[in-house]
T-cell receptor, first 113, second 116 residues
Framework: EAAVTQSPRSKVAVTGGKVTLSCHQT?????MYWYRQDTGHGLRLIHY???????EKGDIPDGYKASRPSQENFSLILELASLSQTAVYFC????????????FGAGTRLSVL | GDSVTQTEGPVTVSESESLIINCTYS????????LFWYVRYPGEGLQLLLK?????QKGSSRGFEATYNKETTSFHLQKASVQESDSAVYYC?????????????FGAGTRLAVCP
């Protein structure tokens, strides 16, 4: 069974603080992704990675950094959290073929106050 | 850019009733889009419900069906008789068949509540 685990599941952060969201996959997948979802909107791609030690910008990368230290782990870093980054964040993994399924984690609800 | 529009939720139906969740798409940058339905059950991550790669084809899973209609740019999700366990959030998405990875464009999701 494919598994993507996110931590924490929820977090409250202060404006200007640093936030790190973690993702771990046991699928042996090359590709990993970070999406965010705002209420009433679809998921939007922030960063993705297709190999360890390399990350790529998605559609909305501003204000976010990503880190892929190993095939299994992919972190999303908010160096200076802002109110506008309050959202639900989803991590996902896939084999990389465009027809292949994405496997998602359960999400992290981030509230920036 | 590419976009997906789906039925705004929440949608409430009674058990054993029929269901349709509308999904229309605009694929301005993708010549041959894949179409997907993902579902998110409470406390879980999104999981693939069904996908269709070829226009005119129908996908089905767990009693749900969706037909890829290129003429009307639609991919509506239907089920003849829903169960309480179908209560979840449903996401329509499109992807780039020719892309090097599965970059998906999602709709906002439709929350379905099935009443016993």
């Amino acid at each position: 069974e494919a598994a993507v685990t996110q931590s924490p599941r929820s977090k409250v952060a202060v404006t200007g603080g640093k936030v790190t969201l973690s993702c771990h996959q046991t699928n042996n997948h090359d590709y990993m992704y970070w999406y965010r979802q705002d209420t009433g909107h679809g998921l939007r791609l922030i960063h993705y990675s297709y190999v360890a030690d390399s990350t790529e910008k998605g559609d909305i990368p501003d204000g976010y950094k990503a880190s892929r230290p190993s095939q299994e782990n992919f972190s999303l870093i908010l160096e200076l959290a802002s109110l506008s980054q309050t959202a639900v964040y989803f991590c996902a993994s896939s084999d990389g073929d465009s027809q292949n399924t994405l496997y998602f984690g359960a999400g992290t609800r981030l509230s920036v106050l | 850019g590419d976009s997906v529009t789906q039925t705004e939720g929440p949608v409430t139906v009674s058990e054993s009733e029929s269901l349709i969740i509308n999904c229309t798409y605009s694929a301005t940058s993708i010549a041959y889009p894949n179409l997907f339905w993902y579902v998110r059950y409470p406390g879980e991550g999104l999981q693939l419900l069904l996908k269709v790669i070829t226009a005119g084809q129908k996908g089905s899973s767990r009693g749900f069906e969706a037909t890829y209609n290129k003429e009307t740019t639609s991919f509506h999700l239907q089920k003849a008789s829903v169960q309480e366990s179908d209560s979840a959030v449903y996401y329509c998405a499109l992807g780039d068949l020719a892309g090097s990875f599965n970059k998906l464009t999602f709709g906002a999701g439709t929350r379905l509540a099935v009443c016993p």
